[in-house]
């Protein structure tokens, strides 16, 4: 079983919609949580990340349920340039391996 | 920009052939790691290395090897290169191990494998 788990999508939106992409993670030792973001051909950036509380940051908003293993990513207004794959990653804070999940393709249409 | 480069950009090379890909850290930073990413994949851990050590390896053999030198710039080489190995090899850099924030990445090195 994978460490992380995501739907690839594709997600093709219109302009201004809202989108939510979700993760779960198999290992409940698991203590961060981030969501990272990808343009093609480039490097992952962080994009945020994801408390227990919840956390917001403009349009997107992240969210972590310990319980049932499992992260969130809402991105509200959608805009041409969120165009892009949305990774979801964990770490165990046991030291240095941070787990990828296959990412999320979002496509944001005119 | 992150501050964290790597070199070649690009790279071809076939089967059996042996591969230094480097990085530099971002200022500051005495860890890196090394990421490797299929197409259509996220990116897997290699390995990492903190003081000039191996900390830690994921699920690779160990024809994948690294190196870090004590101004923290590292080096990964893949000996008997398999075809499978064509991927983006990607560099990271963070405070210290066990520090659950942020990985700074470089540009990343596109392998091909013929």
């Known amino acids: 079983r994978k460490e992380v788990e995501q739907d690839p999508g594709p997600f093709n939106v219109p302009e201004g919609a809202t989108v939510a992409f979700n993760c779960t993670y198999s290992n409940s030792a698991s203590q961060s949580f981030f969501w990272y973001r990808q343009d093609c051909r480039k490097e992952p950036k962080l994009l945020m990340s994801?408390?227990?509380s919840g956390n917001e940051d403009g349009r997107f908003t992240a969210q972590l349920n310990r319980a049932s293993q499992y992260i969130s990513l809402l991105i509200r207004d959608s805009k041409l340039s969120d165009s892009a794959t949305y990774l979801c990653v964990v770490n165990m804070n046991t030291g240095n391996q941070f787990y990828f999940g296959t990412g999320t393709s979002l496509t944001v249409i005119p | 920009e992150t501050g964290v480069t790597q070199s070649p950009t690009h790279l071809i090379k076939t089967r059996g052939q042996q591969v230094t890909l480097r990085c530099s850290s971002q200022?500051?930073?005495?860890?890196v790691s090394w990421y490797q990413q299929a197409l259509g994949q996220g990116p897997q851990f290699i390995f990492q290395y903190y003081r000039e050590e191996e900390n830690g390896r994921g699920n690779f053999p160990p024809r994948f090897s690294g190196l870090q030198f004590p101004n923290y710039s590292s080096e990964l080489n893949v000996n008997a290169l398999e075809l499978d190995d064509s991927a983006l090899y990607l560099c990271a850099s963070s405070l210290a191990p066990g520090h659950p924030g942020e990985l700074f990445f470089g540009e990343g090195s596109r392998l091909t494998v013929l």
């Open positions: 200022s500051g930073h005495n860890t």
């Open positions: 994801v408390y227990s």
